[in-house]
T-cell receptor, first 118, second 110 residues
Framework: DGGITQSPKYLFRKEGQNVTLSCEQNLNHDAMYWYRQDPGQGLRLIYYSQIVNDFQKGDIAEGYSVSREKKESFPLTVTSAQKNPTAFYLC?????????????????FGPGTRLTVL | EDQVTQSPEALRLQEGESSSLNCSYTVSGLRGLFWYRQDPGKGPEFLFTLYSAGEEKEKERLKATLTKKESFLHITAPKPEDSATYLCAVYGGATNKLIFGTGTLLAVQP
């Protein structure tokens, strides 16, 4: 079955720690995305990548970092610089590049990782 | 500024009671409007994409429609398993990013 996997499902972070959230897809999609979801707010874009070895900041990139060394993988690191990291983190992927008017920009989501700061 | 507003925030229906959810948007150069369903603690599940005014799409008890200013998600004879948060997002404008609304929480009581 093709899909997007995220791990772990739950993650607890102590103050001052960096943590890495995993996202893997086997849909052969070029583009991948990280969103943050907080109660009462719409999903907010953290980072996105349209191609291997390239990524762009989204609307709330401060305190986060990413890498895209493989097409299938787009891990997100939540650094100690992120002051309010407790949230539900969602990874998504789409077939193609942003700006195309076609099914290429339909985004499919993983099951999410809930991060809690202790 | 590109914006998406969903209403109502929450909706409670009796099983079989049809209704509609609204998604109004302001974006220049719409390249797509997307509907997702999200169950508690899970990732959004893709439902529909609409690209131009007048377009309609259906899936089981759900039907999505699009005008130049808004989209409706019509739910016909809902069942308790339709209970979820329904998210609307638009693609377009100056940023070429998905802009999400805050969702409508639908509860269908048996």
């Amino acid at each position: 079955d093709g899909g997007i996997t995220q791990s772990p499902k739950y993650l607890f972070r102590k103050e001052g720690q960096n943590v890495t959230l995993s996202c893997e897809q086997n849909l052969n999609h070029d583009a991948m995305y990280w969103y943050r979801q907080d109660p009462g707010q719409g999903l907010r874009l953290i980072y996105y990548s349209q191609i291997v070895n390239d990524f762009q900041k989204g609307d709330i990139a401060e305190g986060y970092s990413v890498s895209r060394e493989k097409k299938e993988s787009f891990p997100l690191t939540v650094t100690s610089a992120q002051k309010n990291p407790t949230a539900f983190y969602l990874c998504a992927s789409s077939r193609g590049l942003a700006g195309m008017t076609s099914s290429y920009n339909e985004q499919f989501f993983g099951p999410g990782t809930r991060l809690t700061v202790l | 500024e590109d914006q998406v507003t969903q209403s109502p925030e929450a909706l409670r229906l009796q099983e079989g009671e049809s209704s509609s959810l609204n998604c109004s948007y302001t974006v220049s150069g719409l390249r797509g409007l997307f509907w997702y369903r999200q169950d508690p603690g899970k990732g959004p599940e893709f439902l529909f994409t609409l690209y131009s005014a007048g377009e309609e799409k259906e899936k089981e008890r759900l039907k999505a429609t699009l005008t130049k200013k808004e989209s409706f998600l019509h739910i016909t004879a809902p069942k308790p398993e339709d209970s979820a948060t329904y998210l609307c997002a638009v693609y377009g404008g100056a940023t070429n990013k998905l802009i999400f609304g805050t969702g409508t929480l639908l509860a269908v009581q048996p």
